[in-house]
């Protein structure tokens, strides 16, 4: 089974600032014949489900503010907000999808100071 | 709007059985693949199961292989998990999701899609 280790746990950041979270995969998570990276972020927040945020390691989905990016390849991935918002107050979560057993990181909470 | 419906889940006692639903809203359940995933109470996600469009292939999660079997209705637009032999460490929010690929030969992938979860408790 791929492992999916995320750090930090929790992250606490004042408005405005620049937040990092990172994913390492067990594996490798690169499929040679597409060169694309097996790789997705969610964000959850309190009471609701996961929203897909960024898939490929670095395409972000339709409507996802263009403050969310994703970068890496192989087993060493970042989700990055330039400029944390309020509303960015969520627990994010990182999943590979390159082979079942699907698995997730353990999650990244993200606070405002 | 596409969302996904889920009904089903409650209260089981252990060793008990519950079947969980889910319907699609605004899109067509039968083009894409689908997932079950679960968070138990203050923990983080974990993959279930998964099933093929034509519903001809599924993989599932070791603590549950044996125990839950996911099926799929393409002419009802439905998705269904049938849990029996049910554990403690079952008690969780149980959330379907669709694939975000609309293609045949995909059958795990990222979620775009996610119903709003249903709970499901194992206790005496």
């Known amino acids: 089974d791929i492992v999916m280790t995320q750090s930090p746990d929790s992250l606490t950041m004042s408005l405005g600032e620049r937040a990092t979270i990172n994913c390492k995969s067990s594996?490798?998570?690169?499929?040679?014949?597409?060169?694309?990276?097996?790789l997705a972020w969610y964000q959850q927040k309190p009471g609701q489900p996961p929203k897909l945020l960024i898939y490929w390691a670095s395409t972000r989905e339709t409507g996802v503010p263009d403050r969310f990016s994703g970068s890496g390849s192989g087993t060493d991935f970042t989700l990055t907000i330039s400029s944390l918002q309020a509303e960015d107050v969520a627990v994010y979560y990182c999943?590979?999808?390159?082979?079942?057993?699907?698995?997730f990181g353990g999650g990244t909470k993200v606070e405002i100071k | 709007e596409v969302q996904l419906l889920q009904s089903g889940g409650g209260l089981e006692q252990p060793g008990g059985s519950l079947r969980l639903s889910c319907a699609a809203s605004?899109?067509?359940?039968?083009?894409?693949?689908l997932t079950w995933v679960r968070q138990a109470p203050g923990k983080g996600l974990e993959w279930v199961s998964s099933?093929?469009?034509?519903?001809?292939?599924?993989y599932y999660a070791d603590s549950v292989r044996g125990r839950f079997t996911i099926s799929r209705d393409n002419s009802k637009n439905t998705l269904s998990l049938q849990m029996r032999s049910l554990r403690a460490e079952d008690t969780a929010v149980y959330h379907c999701?669709?694939?975000?690929?609309?293609?045949?030969?995909?059958?795990?992938?990222?979620?775009?899609?996610w119903g709003q979860g249903t709970m499901v408790t194992v206790s005496s």
């Open positions: 999701a669709r694939a975000r690929r609309r293609e045949t030969a995909v059958v795990v992938d990222a979620f775009d899609i």
């Open positions: 099933i093929s469009v034509s519903g001809d292939i599924t």
């Open positions: 594996q490798n998570v690169l499929f040679n014949t597409n060169r694309l990276n097996y």
């Open positions: 999943q590979q999808y390159y082979s079942p057993p699907l698995t």
């Open positions: 605004g899109f067509t359940l039968s083009e894409y693949a």
